[in-house]
């Protein structure tokens, strides 16, 4: 799944080139392999995470064992920022969906360059209010809209530069939250429509 840089989903791509290299030069490299594990719900270790490259699914699982998506993460996603900012465990697990190599930051470089470098401050504030706003808009989504419109904002938010989407069916649907079938007919609308083109793989 390559996802296209922007400000919405990429931590990083709104800063200047010197400041993205201080972050570079700051952060340490973890590669993982496809289906390991990066961090379970419960982890106190204190970073956040910058998808290089790869994909990675954030997930939690009941007390019934029944384990629910709540992301796929591509290059430039960040995870983690919330739990390292206010001092809180893993509130979620994450996994390698492919080979994968991240950014770490750990809470010591993280609050230094919370402390000298104010637009990187500034920056951190912004993409936090924005993640905020795009939560409680997808609760208020679950709530109110129908599952084609759901449907239809999830292809867009997980497009690449080429429009195509390549999260698999079934992917999509526990990030709905919904059943596969149910999908299926509200991805049959947007094609009958013509808004999508569906072909084996992708979208």
């Not at 996994?95 to 104010?118: H, K, M, P, Q, Y």
């Not at 059943?179 to 013509?194: E, M, P, T």
Request: positive net charge; without cysteine; charged residues 25%.
């Amino acid at each position: 799944m390559a996802l296209y840089s922007n400000p919405e989903r990429d931590f990083l791509a709104d800063l200047d080139e010197p400041l993205r290299q201080i972050v570079f030069g700051a952060a340490s490299r973890k590669r993982v392999r496809a289906k390991q594990e990066i961090q379970r719900y419960g982890d106190v270790d204190r970073t956040l995470m910058i998808v290089q490259s790869g994909r990675v699914r954030l997930s939690r699982t009941s007390a019934d064992g029944k384990r629910t998506t709540l992301a796929h993460l591509g290059a430039g996603d960040v995870f983690g920022v919330f739990a390292l900012i206010i001092g809180k465990s893993k509130a979620y697990d994450a996994d390698a969906e492919s080979d994968t190599n991240l950014l770490v930051i750990d809470s010591t470089v993280f609050n230094g360059l919370l402390d000298r470098e104010a637009v990187f401050r500034n920056h951190v504030f912004r993409f936090m209010g924005r993640r905020l706003e795009s939560a409680l808009q997808a609760f208020n989504d679950e709530r109110s809209l129908p599952l084609v419109f759901r449907a239809a904002k999830a292809l867009i938010y997980y497009a690449d530069a080429d429009g195509r989407v390549t999260l698999t069916q079934q992917a999509l649907a526990e990030q709905l939250g919904v059943s596969r079938n149910g999908l299926g007919l509200a991805l049959k609308s947007l094609a009958d429509a013509g808004l999508i083109e569906r072909h084996y793989g992708s979208i």
